[in-house]
């Protein structure tokens, strides 16, 4: 594993990257750590390049700025990164924010794509108004007012199943503590009010799947996945697990990943009819 610091418009970006093969880009989410991903980029590296990172702002990159995030810049690192890095284009894993971040660089930079999954993106705003997970962010970002990062971390994490029942690695655990406060000031709207170019993503060229995991059904970062593609006419597919399943169980979790990133890489070039979220104008 290389390490490194990647310069982009106004911060540096803490990376590492494995293996030979394919370039992939796994984004982060919340907490925008590359330690989320250590042990499935383990687990690719001997058929991908595997690209990490920490997001703009986060743990051991630069970038903390007392202002809103803008899922621009995500998406712009995410760019820079693939160009940087990857010679100009990657396939590109997202997991809950950073399906967003996902979603949002395959709308607006399609050109570095070469196939992407967008797993269990939290947006919101694709649910019905009377549903109860449609004031989620709202309500917990009250919730920072009143009580602070560490309190309502607790509480967010609490909401994702399958949290508490395994460890995170204490490095990790650390930054994401560091993390708290930046999270819920500056990035949590943002977060809650993304909303996909449901156009742009159903004319690109590339193959483009949505998924959420087995165990995920009926909650606030599963159903959104469901709802998106049918929008935009892409593949959904179930991936095994919980939200963070690559963290306690990377092998399980690579196994399904490493499949449709194989076949987005075969057949890049003459996608599948049933893989084609291309539309005519």
Known sequence: ???????????????????????VLL??????????????????????????YDRRGNSRSTGRLDAPMKLTDQADDARALIEGLAGGRAL??????????????????????RGAVAHEPPVIG??????????????????????????????FIATIRGEGTYAWPEDLLQR????????????????GRFLPDETALSKVDF??????????????????SVEIASRIGAPWVEFPGIHLEFVPRP???????????????????SVPPQWNTARDS
């Open 176 to 191: 994401f503590a560091g993390n708290a406060d930046y999270l819920f000031r500056w990035e949590w709207e943002a977060w």
């Open 207 to 224: 193959p483009l799947v949505l998924g959420a995991g087995a165990a995920d059904r009926g909650l606030y970062y599963g159903r959104p």
């Open 1 to 23: 594993m290389q390490s490194g610091m990647f310069d982009v418009d106004g911060a540096q970006l803490y990376y590492e990257i494995r293996g030979e093969g394919p370039a």
């Open 92 to 113: 590109v894993y997202g997991n809950s924010g950073g399906a967003i971040v996902t979603l949002d660089l395959a709308a607006r930079h399609p050109e570095v794509v």
């Open 126 to 155: 694709v649910l019905p108004a009377d549903d109860p997970w449609f004031d989620f962010f709202d309500r917990l970002g009250a919730r920072y007012a009143e009580v602070g990062p560490q309190a309502a971390g607790g509480e």
């Open 251 to 269: 092998d399980v979790f690579g196994a399904a990943l490493r499949a449709v990133l194989t076949y987005m890489h075969t057949s890049t070039d």
């Open 27 to 52: 984004i982060p989410g919340a907490g925008g750590d590359a330690g989320y991903f250590t042990g499935l980029a383990d687990n690719l590296a001997d058929a991908f390049t595997v690209i990490t």
